[in-house]
C-alpha cells in the first residue's frame, strides 16, 4: 500500500504521455511476447518502444534500468515488495544490472537532491541491489547474512 510520503516521492513518480501511462495502467513489469502484440502508440500518433500484452507492460529498453533502480529505492525506503511490480524479483535486479545509467538518470537524481535532500543510492551504487539481495554474493558489503 503506498503511504503519502511514497505518492509524492520523485525518485518513483515519473511523468508519462497520457496514452503511455494508461497502457502502463497498474500493471507489471515485465518481458513480453512481440510476435503478435502491437507497440504502444502515444497520445501524438507515435509508435512507441513499449509493448503490453495482458496484465505485463514491457518499458522501452531506456527505462528498464531506470524503473528497476526505482523499485529497488522504494523496496527499501517503503518496503515495497519488488515483485508486486515486476513480473519477478529477478527481472528488475537484471534489469539494474545490465541497463546502465544513463546520463539523463544521472542529472534527475541530481536534481531531485536538490528538492528531495536525498538521492537514489541505487543510482549511485547499482551494485548495492547485488550486496544485498544476491545470495550468492560474498564480496565486500555483502548484506546476505545479515539477520534483518
Not at 528488475?92 to 536525498?118: A, F, G, S
Request: proline residues 3%.
Amino acid at each position: 500500500m503506498a503511504t503519502s510520503a511514497s505518492k509524492s516521492d520523485d525518485h518513483i513518480v515519473f511523468a508519462s504521455d497520457n496514452k503511455v501511462n494508461g497502457a502502463r495502467s497498474n500493471y507489471v513489469l515485465g518481458l513480453v511476447n512481440h510476435s503478435g502484440a502491437s507497440p504502444v502508440v502515444d497520445s501524438y500518433g507515435y509508435t512507441t518502444e513499449c509493448y503490453r500484452v495482458g496484465s505485463v507492460f514491457e518499458p522501452c529498453d531506456a527505462a528498464r534500468g531506470e524503473v528497476a533502480r526505482a523499485s529497488l529505492y522504494a523496496s527499501t525506503l517503503y518496503d515495497y515488495d519488488v515483485a508486486d511490480n515486476f513480473t519477478s524479483a529477478a527481472l528488475c535486479y537484471d534489469w539494474n544490472k545490465n541497463h546502465p545509467i544513463t546520463d539523463r538518470e544521472m542529472k534527475r537524481n541530481n536534481v531531485l537532491y536538490t528538492l528531495q535532500h536525498n538521492r537514489n543510492p541505487f543510482t549511485d551504487h547499482p551494485e548495492f541491489a547485488t550486496m544485498i539481495w544476491d545470495a550468492s554474493y560474498n564480496g565486500s558489503g555483502a548484506l546476505n547474512d545479515c539477520a534483518i
